[in-house]
């Protein structure tokens, strides 16, 4: 079995401060990691993802995250936000095996950006 | 390019009923995911299907049941409805089995049971 934790329910931040999203994950085998971003009233948007290879994966909109394979975690960050990146956000995982459509996701984390 | 698009956007209904909900994929995607987000938590995977045929199925009864079309659209249908399915309902496409890893969702439909 897998799971998806992310630590955070809530994150308030000002504009153009530095945020990080926390997320861990537990699993027996291997696992392909995401991060989905949702604005009011839409869908999930992809923001990175990591398959494999370098351990530092930049995304969209000036986010990135890095993998770590000995604390199973998937942090993403970004060094300054906008008003715009006011949304909820979503670590996700799959096993290798399994087929894309089948994600994992966390509770998720609100990000709320103030002037 | 056309995106996901999802039909109804919001609809209501009573326990006992059932409901159909609609999917049309991004143009050229032949994967279709369903997941279940109820309010204030994640996406739970539903099931996925791939050339009209269910590919993976997560945790849900069999009242959850779905269909994909030759054209890759697809529909979800709940039977005998619960006050817990009420929920936002996503439909997420994506190229084949050995795609890129990148789903791309639809805005939704939003049930919710009375």
């Known amino acids: 079995a897998q799971s998806v934790t992310q630590l955070d329910s809530q994150v308030p931040v000002f504009e153009e401060a530095p945020v990080e999203l926390r997320c861990n994950y537990s699993?027996?085998?291997?696992?392909?990691l995401f991060w989905y971003v949702q604005y009011p009233n839409q869908g999930l948007q992809l923001l990175l993802k990591?398959?494999?290879?370098?351990?530092l994966v930049k995304g969209i909109n000036g986010f990135e995250a890095e993998f770590n394979k000995s604390q199973t975690s998937f942090h993403l960050r970004k060094p300054s936000v906008h008003i715009s990146d006011t949304a909820e956000y979503f670590c996700?995982?799959?096993?290798?095996?399994?087929?894309?459509?089948?994600?994992?996701f966390g509770a998720g984390t609100q990000v709320v950006v103030t002037p | 390019e056309t995106g996901v698009t999802q039909s109804p956007t919001h609809l209501i209904k009573t326990r006992g009923q059932q409901v159909t909900l609609r999917c049309s994929s991004q143009s050229g995607h032949n994967t279709v995911s369903w997941y279940q987000q109820a309010l204030g938590q994640g996406p739970q995977f539903i099931f996925q299907?791939?050339?009209?045929?269910?590919?993976g199925r997560g945790n849900f009864p069999p009242r959850f049941s779905g269909l994909q079309f030759p054209n890759y659209s697809s529909e979800l249908n709940v039977n005998a409805l619960e006050l817990d399915d009420s929920a936002l309902y996503l439909c997420?496409?994506?190229?084949?089995?050995?795609?890129?890893?990148?789903?791309?969702f639809g805005e939704g439909s939003r049930l919710t049971v009375l």
């Open positions: 299907y791939y050339r009209e045929e269910e590919n």
């Open positions: 699993s027996s085998v291997s696992v392909y």
């Open positions: 990591y398959l494999s290879g370098s351990t």
């Open positions: 996700a995982v799959k096993k290798t095996t399994d087929s894309w459509g089948k994600l994992q």
């Open positions: 997420a496409s994506s190229l084949d089995l050995k795609g890129t890893g990148e789903l791309f």
